[in-house]
Every structure is written in structure tokens, then in C-alpha cells.
């Protein structure tokens, strides 16, 4: 019998999407029940020191206000440090809101004011009196980069890399530099929490990680896990913000045990940068290389920033060991602790940093090689993992620098800069490596089917709009043999089968094959019910002999074979069965596991102003089996906007004098809009893969940004013969 298998790798529709399109889906800020009470934060003026007084009298005065909670007058809370530590906590001491009066950044809050409604909260808000304490506050990377400490190297060095770096042919050696930038989902931080009774607590809350959140609650506030349930069936964007709890769900507990009451807390749009931020980050790299391109030796330095009270660090410096050949590679990554608040992992972290520094170097060694930036990477094409010296479990990146070229037209570029133009626009071309962890995580799925041919299949897991919904409910479909409108899909539910947080790629791959567990689960049993049957066609078959397709147990020897799913639950007397699994992934380290694209841009300059705009971006992506055409298709469109904001746009810019993040809103922090987004070609490339798990799952979710900002930039360079290194890439840094 062939492969069943129908919903599966199809262009399907969002089962989420009439929900969200009609106002239906409900966000964190927008459950109400009767007698709610709004809080709003204030935030520190000084970026280090401490408080000296707080005066809330004036606040408490306003008609309205209910309280105004400060580390003097708050509910209990932990003492102990680690009982602020959530799931992907960094090394170090978490950030504890109004546990004393330290200031450790700008912006940090230091009172919750609480009223009847938001607008009196927020004025009275403006009423607190603080003063402070201040002390000398450092901020600026650049001025502190020489106080960086060194991290434990990532990887084993390869060879003598400063030795093969100084003896080549050619070389290459540059810094790159990406500044901060900040995730600016459109969904603001909020939290709603609803006061049960009993001092028990309903959490909705922003997050991508339900079970992480309410674990870090009990950690906070001594609660046991049956006393708080955290909700999030919908967020609204959330590019890695979201997978540690923020403040603000801390405060609105904090509030709802202070007056027994529900809670709302939803932060402003300035008070989110306080947040979390991708570091900014300085890359060194050295590469060396023969005459014909062959790489000898590659450094990788990178310099980032932290926090003073945590150690947040992710991997800018070995990625070059997945893509190319190179038997001398020294990698180190250091820290510089500053006064600003802990960073946090942006979509693709680590590898959309350091990533942009590598493509951008291997161009820059491309031309002082003479060579074609394509055929460079050609010649350095690695076909095992440089760094532990593995195998991958598949890469069909050679296959995606075909495919992208011939899509795009790369046989036509001049080589030569400022060679190609277009009426009074120079015209460059530009291209890329991507390349990302294909990662996979415990998880757990429980499907519930009931007689009537409808099945429910829950899990704890996150949809921050990457289309979970959709692929949970097709993966389901199929194993089960049910049309696709017969499965409904609960998610985002602490109180569901256990997910870990919604990142890294990973939740695709890991929640569909603990649905292809349970969903298994559920087939042997309506066997065991089939077979009971009179006369049953079935008898004596095995488990492994039979599929569930059309509402059906078939044999795959001999489809006539079959008894309906209803037909054997109603003959059994059973009007429900529930099958829950969950699956681990072990790895053995026997292979590498990766994801794969290839880049290519043109952009256009405007000789006398230097405004780039991008003409078209060709993005060839090899990631494994995709579930679906449609939703993975938005994924690297959304991800290839992101790279065009961070070559062209996003910059958040601190004044140094304050300690203080000034372009903290979404009119001044620029983002691409239509008008910066040219044609955007995305392409999947086959690519089967059996040994990354059993479905040939690797996800797309951080992929289609990695390499992209290089791409623009190198492509930025053969138009204007400028290289930028800095990026964003502004017409200022183009006419220097």
C-alpha cells in the first residue's frame, strides 16, 4: 500500500487563520473578567545606583488608585536567587523586580502603580517621586572592549591557525560590527491574571514557553504547580522575546496576591526595550588562503555584550566549520558586562551575527582572490561537520547554491564594481551562506479521538505565529486518516502534555513526532477494538500491517480490507480513546545536524544620494522534509525581512551619557515597511533526510534570515566599490 500521507508537505491554509482574522483569537491583554484591576509601571531615571526614597503619596491620592507595590511594601517573594532561574536562563543572578532598591539598568522598575482603570494607573504613574543614589554606569561596547573576558572555546581549535593564517597566499582580515537591535514584536508585553479564589491563579501572559513561566512562579512566589496555570494559545510575534518570562508576569502576580483580586499588566512599547535586545557584537575575522581559493586557516573573534548580573553569550564563531574546509580554525568569543539589561537570543542567535561576519569576510576574500564569490564557496564546500569531524545527516547546500544561482541569474554578473547600472542606479549582486541547527527536544502530545471520527490533540507547546496550529493538525490528520476539519488542535496550556519553549527551530520536528507517537498509540488500540469485531477482515493482523486512512483501519496489503474507526469504537461500547506519548531524541553524536540556504541579492544605489533599495532576494533553502509549503514559505518571507532591517534599518542607539536606550519606540527603532521590501523568491530544495528523525524534519523558522544581511551588504559593495562593515548600512557610512 503507498504512502497515505495527504495533508502532509501541502500548501494548507492556517486552521488558526479565521480566528485571528476575525478578532475572535484572544491575546494576553485581552481577557476580561468583572472587577479587573490595572497596573502600570514605573521605570528608573539612572542606569546603576540605588534608591534613596521613594514618595507615593501624591499617586495614592488620585481617585482611582487602589495601591502602589515597591520593594518596601511588597508581598513576599523568594529570597534565593536561583528561585528566579527559568528554563534558558544564562550562568549568573536573574534580574528579581522590586526585590530591592539596586538599580541595575535604565529603565528597570522600581513601583507598580494599581487603579480601577489603565489611564489612572499610567497618570498616576507620573506622580511617583523617586530619588536616587547614582553611581558611574558603562554602556558603550566599544569603549569597553578591552575589558572583555574570554568564554571556555566552543569547539576544539583545528591545526595552528595563526601560523597557516600568516604563511597564506592571500589574505583577509577584517571587523565587522552589528549593533543592538530589539525584536519589537506588535503584540506588547502583557499579562492578565485571573484571581480564582483560594489563591489560586489563572496566568495569560505573553510568552513562549507556558510551562517555563509557570514553573518560574513557583520558584518566585512559593506556589505549587496546581495553584497556577499559564495560558498563551496566541501570541503576536515574539522572535525569541518571549522565551523567558518577563517582568511584567512577575508583577502581575505579585499585585493579584497583594489584592486578591485579577490583574492586568500590559508594558508600553519604550518600557519593552528594557526587555531584552540581540547584543551588539563586535566579529574579527582571518581568513587565509592559496592562490586558487583553497582556505588555509579561518580566526573568529567575537566581543559581545551582557549584563553585569548575567553571563547571556550564544555561538557567533564556529559556524564556518559546518560550511567550509579548513584545516586550521581557531575560534574565541568573548563578554564585556555592562549596566544594561541581560540580551537575549533574536531569531537565529549567534548565527545571524556571526554568520554576517564570515559571508562578508569570504566576499571581501573573494575579491582579493579574483575569484567568483560562488565559486569561493564551491572550492571551500565542506562535506563533513570541520568541527567534530562528523557527518551530516544530510546537506543539500551545494544543491541550493545551483538551484539560487540559476534563479537568479548569477551567470550574467560583471564581476568588476560599479560595473552594472540601471538608468542612474548602480546595480550590485550579491550572495550568501545560511546555515543553522537542525535541533529537536523532548516533547509530549496527547490525541483524544472520539467515536464520531474527531480528533483533539493538545500540547503545551507555543504558536508565536509559526503556524503550529497547522502543522500539528496535518501531521495528526494523517497519521490518524481523518480529514484535516475533524482535527482541532489545543496548544499553549501549562496544564497540556509537556513542550519545552517555543525556539530554536525546533518545535516542529519535535512536536509532530510525538503526535506520530500518540497518533500510533491510537491506531493499535482501534486495532485491538477492530479485531474484536464478528468476522472481523482484520483478525490476526499486526499493528505494523495496518494504517488509519479515511476514517478507516486498512490493511496496507489489501485496502478492502478495513473497518471504520466508528464502526469498531461503537461496537466496543468505548466512545472516546486517549493515547498520550511523548518522544526524546537521543543523539549518539554520529552525525551533524544542520540546516542550509543560499542567498542571492541585487540591490540598487542611487549614485549621488547613496539610498539603497532592494530589488529582488532569491532565498534557496534545503531544510529537510517541509510540512508545509505555505506556512514555511511566510516563515523565511518574514525571516528575509528581518535580514533586510538588519543590514538597512535596525539600530538601537544609547545614550551613554544616561545608560539609556534612546530610540526606544517603533517611530524612531526603524523596521522595513513595503516600500523597502523588493521581490522576494523563495525556493525549497529537496532534501531527504532519515537519520535527523524519522519524518526528515529539520524546521525553518531561523534559516531564512541567517546570511541574508550579508548577502545585502556584499551586494551593496559590487554596486558602489564601498564596503561597510558596520552595519546598519546608512547612505551616511556609503558617501564617507
Not at 536616587?132 to 578591552?146: C, F, G, S, V
Not at 568541527?387 to 538551484?403: I, M
Request: hydrophobic content about 40%; glycine content about 8%.
Amino acid at each position: 500500500m503507498t504512502d497515505r500521507s495527504h495533508y502532509i508537505g501541502t500548501a494548507t491554509s492556517r486552521v488558526d487563520g479565521l480566528a485571528k482574522v476575525t478578532g475572535t483569537a484572544k491575546y494576553a491583554g485581552e481577557f476580561n473578567v468583572d472587577g479587573l484591576a490595572y497596573g502600570s509601571v514605573v521605570a528608573s531615571s539612572i542606569a546603576k545606583g540605588r534608591i534613596r526614597r521613594i514618595d507615593a503619596s501624591e499617586a495614592l491620592q488620585v481617585d482611582g488608585v487602589i495601591d502602589v507595590l515597591t520593594h518596601e511594601n511588597r508581598p513576599p517573594m523568594a529570597k534565593s536567587s536561583h528561585a528566579y532561574k527559568d528554563d534558558v536562563a544564562p550562568e549568573g543572578s536573574p534580574f528579581r523586580p522590586l526585590y530591592d532598591g539596586r538599580i541595575a539598568f535604565s529603565r528597570q522598575p522600581v513601583a507598580l502603580v494599581l487603579a480601577e482603570e489603565w489611564e489612572i494607573a499610567r497618570f498616576a504613574g507620573s506622580l511617583v517621586r523617586v530619588e536616587y543614589e547614582a553611581e558611574k554606569h558603562a554602556t558603550d561596547l566599544l569603549r569597553q572592549r578591552e575589558e572583555a573576558q574570554a568564554l571556555p572555546p566552543a569547539t576544539k581549535p583545528r591545526g595552528n591557525a595563526d601560523k597557516a593564517l600568516a604563511g597564506a597566499e592571500v589574505r583577509h582580515d577584517g571587523e565587522y560590527y552589528i549593533p543592538i537591535e530589539h525584536h519589537n514584536p506588535m503584540e506588547l508585553f502583557a499579562s492578565t491574571v485571573i484571581w480564582e479564589g483560594g489563591g489560586k491563579l489563572t496566568v495569560h501572559d505573553k510568552t513562549q514557553g507556558v510551562q517555563n513561566v509557570q514553573r518560574y512562579l513557583c520558584g518566585v512566589f512559593g506556589m505549587k504547580p496546581g495553584d497556577v496555570r499559564v495560558v498563551s494559545p496566541f501570541v503576536g510575534g515574539a522572535f525569541g522575546s518571549g522565551l523567558r518570562p518577563q517582568y511584567q508576569v512577575v508583577l502581575a502576580v505579585l499585585a493579584a496576591r497583594a489584592l486578591k483580586r485579577s490583574v492586568r499588566l500590559v508594558l508600553t512599547r519604550e518600557q519593552m526595550y528594557a526587555l531584552c535586545y540581540r547584543p551588539g557584537t563586535i566579529e574579527r575575522l582571518g581568513l587565509g588562503a592559496k592562490a586558487d581559493g583553497t582556505l588555509k586557516a579561518i580566526t573568529h573573534e567575537a566581543i559581545a555584550m551582557t549584563s553585569r548580573h548575567e553571563e547571556f553569550s550564544r555561538n557567533d564563531t564556529t559556524w564556518s566549520g559546518a560550511l567550509y574546509a579548513c584545516a586550521n580554525a581557531k575560534y574565541v568569543h568573548k563578554l564585556v558586562q555592562l549596566d544594561l539589561p541581560t540580551p537575549s537570543d533574536m531569531r537565529a542567535p549567534g548565527a545571524a551575527t556571526g554568520v554576517y561576519a564570515l559571508e562578508c569576510a569570504m566576499d571581501e576574500l573573494a575579491v582579493a582572490l579574483n575569484i567568483d564569490p560562488l565559486e569561493l564557496r564551491y572550492r571551500a564546500y565542506s562535506e563533513r561537520d570541520q568541527n567534530e569531524d562528523l557527518p551530516y545527516t544530510s546537506k543539500a547546500l551545494r544543491e541550493c547554491y545551483q538551484k539560487g544561482a540559476e534563479a537568479f541569474g548569477w551567470a550574467r554578473r560583471n564581476p568588476l564594481p560599479r560595473s552594472m547600472r540601471d538608468g542612474s542606479d548602480l546595480v550590485g549582486w550579491g550572495m550568501a551562506t545560511g546555515v543553522w541547527e537542525a535541533l529537536q527536544m523532548e516533547t509530549a502530545a496527547r490525541i483524544a479521538l472520539t467515536a464520531n471520527g474527531h480528533a483533539e490533540v493538545s500540547c503545551a507547546t507555543s504558536d508565536i505565529g509559526t503556524g503550529t496550529y497547522t502543522i500539528m493538525a496535518q501531521v495528526a490528520a494523517d497519521r490518524l486518516g481523518l480529514p484535516l476539519d475533524n482535527v482541532s488542535i489545543k496548544l499553549g496550556d501549562s496544564s497540556l502534555p509537556q513542550s519545552p519553549v517555543e525556539g530554536g527551530s525546533w518545535t516542529a520536528a519535535s512536536v509532530s513526532h510525538a503526535i506520530v507517537a500518540a497518533a500510533d498509540a491510537v491506531r493499535k488500540e482501534l486495532l485491538r477494538l477492530a479485531k474484536k469485531m464478528p468476522h472481523s477482515p482484520l483478525a490476526g493482523a499486526r499493528p505494523e500491517d495496518v494504517a488509519l486512512s479515511d476514517g478507516k483501519v486498512v490493511s496496507k496489503e489489501d485496502a478492502s480490507r478495513a473497518v471504520s474507526i466508528t464502526e469498531a469504537m461503537r461496537h466496543a461500547g468505548v466512545d472516546r480513546i486517549e493515547q498520550e506519548k511523548s518522544t526524546d531524541f537521543k543523539d549518539e553524536g554520529s552525525h551533524a545536524r544542520n540546516t542550509h540556504s543560499a542567498v542571492f541579492v541585487e540591490v540598487k544605489v542611487d549614485e549621488q544620494l547613496g539610498v539603497v533599495r532592494i530589488a529582488r532576494i532569491v532565498s534557496a533553502v534545503a531544510a529537510g522534509r517541509i510540512l508545509n509549503t505555505k506556512t514555511a514559505r511566510s516563515q523565511i518571507l518574514g525571516a528575509v525581512v528581518g535580514g533586510i532591517g538588519m543590514a538597512l534599518h535596525e539600530e538601537t542607539l544609547v545614550d551613554h551619557k544616561l545608560g539609556r536606550f534612546m530610540n526606544a519606540d517603533i517611530a524612531e527603532y526603524h523596521v522595513p515597511v513595503n516600500a523597502d521590501v523588493g521581490a522576494i523568491e523563495v525556493m525549497f530544495v529537496e532534501e531527504p533526510d532519515d537519520l535527523v528523525n524519522p519524518l526528515g524534519i529539520k524546521g525553518v523558522g531561523e534559516i531564512g534570515i541567517v546570511g541574508v544581511a550579508a548577502a545585502i551588504a556584499n551586494a551593496i559593495y559590487h554596486a558602489t566599490a564601498t564596503r561597510v562593515r558596520d552595519l546598519p548600512i546608512t547612505l551616511d557610512k556609503l558617501q564617507r
